[in-house]
């Protein structure tokens, strides 16, 4: 595929973190959440019948699909420049790793920005693309969103695949939250994949299921220099939500 290598490059550098021997998972279960990415371009050479992570949440009554807005500095076509679908990319589909025939069809981007450049590393401060959604025939467990504050040391869990899994059931990681730098969220590790690649778009909860982030990328903590593993925060995505009720 076109952009095999450079999204194999891009993605293993982008979730460097300590690399354990083998593959582990935490002995936390959750309901089916996770999902992953299909999508189709009007060109269909850039098509991605799959790629990284996604998932559902519930605000107000309303069902929301997720992923993560730095997906596009990836497959975005030559031609894109902004935050913008329109002329590009034809279809947005969810779908569960192990139940390929449970799709979720967006149906509009809605913090479509043509403003907002994509190859401006700023515009990814705030991690996350919002879909509406046309239909839904998955049986995945939309998530609700965390309104607390999250406390020093209590467990977090990224729940999705990685580049290198084909099939199976989602796979649950955990986390123990350090704190938060901005709109960043700082992880350490305990009980993680050897490889990062490709949980990015995947949902960050709590021991309650409650959505608290998006999987993003590492930050460098500023006072101590060490490099956590750092979510996107869900709080900038509640609060577009809550200002497209009020409209």
């Known amino acids: ?64 699909a997720v992923t993560a807005k730095h997906l596009l500095k990836i497959i975005k076509t030559d ?47 705030e991690d996350w693309l919002l879909f509406s959604i046309k239909t839904n025939n998955s049986s995945v467990k939309p998530l609700e969103i965390r309104t607390t504050q999250l406390i020093g040391g209590e467990k977090l869990y990224v729940v999705g695949w990685t580049r290198k899994m084909d099939e199976g059931s989602q796979r649950v990681y955990e986390f123990e939250y350090v704190k938060s730098i901005g709109n960043r969220i700082l992880l350490r590790n305990l009980v993680v994949p050897e490889q990062f690649g490709g949980l990015s778009g995947a949902p960050v909860i709590d021991k309650q299921g409650f959505v608290v982030g998006i999987v993003s990328g590492g930050t460098t903590d500023p006072e101590t220099k060490e490099k956590y593993f750092s979510p996107c925060s869900i709080d900038g995505l509640a609060a577009f939500l809550k200002n497209q009720q009020r409209k």
């Not at 279809?91 to 907002?116: A, H």
Request: proline share 4%; aromatic share 16%.
């Open 1 to 64: 595929m076109l952009f095999k290598h450079s999204i194999f490059f891009y993605i293993t550098v982008l979730f460097s973190t300590h690399a354990f021997a083998q593959d582990q998972v935490s002995t936390e279960t959750f309901p089916a959440i996770s999902l992953v990415n299909r999508i189709d371009f009007i060109d269909p050479k850039y098509d991605q019948p799959r790629f990284s992570c996604g998932f559902l949440i519930n605000y107000s009554g309303e069902e929301f």
């Open 79 to 125: 031609k894109m420049k902004k935050l913008v679908f329109e002329n590009y990319i034809k279809d947005w589909i969810l779908y569960p790793l192990n139940k390929k025939e449970q799709l979720v069809t967006t149906s509009k981007l809605l913090n479509e920005n043509q403003l907002e450049s994509l190859n401006d590393a700023s515009s990814y401060k």
